[in-house]
């Protein structure tokens, strides 16, 4: 199903993107790959930007290419933030909170993908649930009244595997105690991110809170260091030989469905958002079809109280 794009033949690029001056991004993940290159094109545009990793020096490292690249001034900073760790994303969004008087957007860009064998965080979730999903749904609640205040966006970096696992929620055994295989539980976490987005979109109408925008995107087959991280050594050798294939794209042209999404005026928030040529995987940027288990409403709602209920974390629309 092919949508038209509203940014023409070229897609969406950061040639479209005007003055970020006077705007603050919050965004996960940013020492390498796509968080990396949302964080440079976003400072060099003018907007101040706050990276949550969960290494420290990595952290310094980046601050210090982006400066030799960009400048000495450019408003850049790091707060440490594990999101594998409950305690770990509440204490780092305090914060966030005591740093910045507005946040225009956070951006929900860390992961990790294909973990090999079952591993839990100490919350007792699966870890690719418990990172993707979990921490950012905390970080997302605990940073909404500052992003309300601001009339601000909350941005979340999905995937195609979305449509790759399972295509619903095991809500019988979340945390895969049974049956586990790397690429069904990723694609679990990164379907849970997708539906609780259309969900937010929900209740933030229901609520009246229309100022505040929720998108949902993904990088497409971008060149990074995601699979590298936590993938099996199989998974490594496959990705590796796919980087140079024409199925993959460099990690900056992955960045930019975020960025639009972050910036861009006049976006269809029901819209999904990433490459638009083969298979989604690369391509012009621009809205694109959605399979209809990403809009499943009442397992969208049964996941927004559950996490409610694992996180202790309630939403003050």
């Known amino acids: 199903m092919?949508?038209?794009?509203?940014?023409?033949?070229?897609?969406?690029?950061?040639?479209?993107?005007?003055?970020?001056?006077?705007?603050?991004f919050v965004i996960t993940g940013t020492t390498s790959g796509t968080g990396f290159e949302a964080t440079r094109i976003l400072l060099s545009k003018g907007a101040k930007v706050v990276m949550l990793n969960r290494n420290p020096k990595?952290?310094?490292?980046?601050?210090?290419?982006?400066?030799?690249?960009?400048?000495?001034?450019?408003?850049?900073?790091?707060?440490k933030m594990d999101l594998g760790i409950q305690d770990s994303v509440k204490q780092a969004a305090k914060e966030v909170l005591k740093k910045?008087?507005?946040?225009?957007?956070?951006?929900?860009?860390?992961?990790?993908?294909?973990?090999?064998?079952?591993?839990t965080t100490k919350e007792g979730w699966e870890s690719q649930m418990g990172v993707n999903?979990?921490?950012?749904?905390?970080?997302?609640?605990?940073?909404?009244?500052?992003?309300?205040?601001s009339k601000g966006r909350i941005v979340t970096v999905g995937s195609m595997g979305y449509d790759m696992g399972l295509k619903t929620i095991k809500f019988d055994d979340l945390n895969w105690e049974k049956d586990y295989t790397a690429n069904d539980a990723y694609s679990q976490s990164k379907l849970a991110q997708i539906m609780t987005i259309y969900e937010l979109q929900n209740?933030?109408?229901?609520?009246?809170?229309?100022?505040?925008?929720?998108?949902?995107?993904?990088?497409?087959?971008?060149?990074?260091?995601?699979?590298?991280?936590?993938?099996?050594?199989?998974?490594?050798?496959?990705?590796?030989?796919?980087?140079?294939?024409?199925?993959?794209?460099?990690?900056?042209?992955?960045?930019?469905?975020e960025l639009m999404c972050a910036t861009e005026e006049d976006l269809d928030q029901s819209a999904f958002y990433g490459p638009t040529?083969?298979?989604?995987?690369?391509?012009?940027?621009?809205?694109?079809?959605?399979?209809?288990?990403?809009?499943?409403?009442?397992?969208?709602?049964?996941?927004?109280?559950?996490?409610?209920?694992?996180?202790?974390?309630?939403?003050n629309f």
């Open 277 to 315: 040529g083969r298979s989604n995987w690369v391509g012009p940027v621009g809205a694109h079809h959605i399979e209809a288990h990403a809009k499943d409403k009442a397992v969208a709602k049964r996941l927004w109280d559950l996490s409610e209920k694992e996180t202790g974390i309630t939403w």
């Open 58 to 79: 990595k952290s310094d490292d980046v601050i210090a290419k982006l400066k030799q690249e960009l400048g000495a001034n450019i408003e850049v900073s790091a707060i």
């Open 203 to 257: 209740r933030l109408e229901k609520a009246s809170k229309t100022d505040v925008k929720a998108y949902a995107c993904h990088p497409g087959s971008s060149r990074t260091n995601l699979i590298n991280t936590s993938g099996s050594f199989m998974m490594k050798i496959i990705f590796g030989l796919m980087k140079f294939s024409p199925l993959t794209q460099p990690a900056e042209n992955g960045a930019y469905p």
């Open 100 to 119: 910045v008087d507005r946040i225009d957007a956070l951006m929900c860009n860390g992961a990790i993908a294909q973990v090999p064998k079952r591993t």
């Open 2 to 24: 092919t949508q038209k794009n509203k940014f023409g033949k070229k897609g969406w690029t950061p040639e479209l993107m005007k003055s970020q001056k006077d705007k603050t």
């Open 133 to 149: 999903y979990f921490g950012h749904f905390t970080l997302q609640a605990i940073l909404y009244p500052l992003i309300e205040k």
